[in-house]
């Protein structure tokens, strides 16, 4: 109801805010860096290869391939990232 619509205006002016400012650019690029820093996207990288190797080249789709890394990349993010990362990051799927 009321609430709910409330919250789904606050959210998307949170992401026009973010936007406007930079702020969401600058807070995906913080991001990045922090998880190609931790080894993070080349574990990943190599997960992807592995899937792609055991599944087949020419059979494994990308909606496939998705749902095989996405619980792996969720489960290795950093850890000292902590709490403010995963704002971020919650943030961040909101734009």
Do not use: Y
Request: a positive charge.
């Amino acid at each position: 109801g009321a609430l709910f619509q409330h919250s789904m205006s606050s959210k998307k002016s949170i992401e026009e805010l973010l936007v406007e400012t930079g702020e969401r650019d600058r807070l995906k690029e913080m991001l990045r860096a922090k998880l190609v820093e931790s080894g993070w996207r080349d574990n990943l990288k190599e997960h992807c290869k592995e899937v792609i190797k055991s599944k087949g080249k020419e059979k494994v789709t990308v909606d496939e391939l998705a749902a095989e890394i996405t619980p792996h990349g969720r489960c290795m993010l950093p850890r000292r990232a902590g709490p403010a990362a995963a704002r971020r990051r919650r943030v961040l799927r909101i734009a």
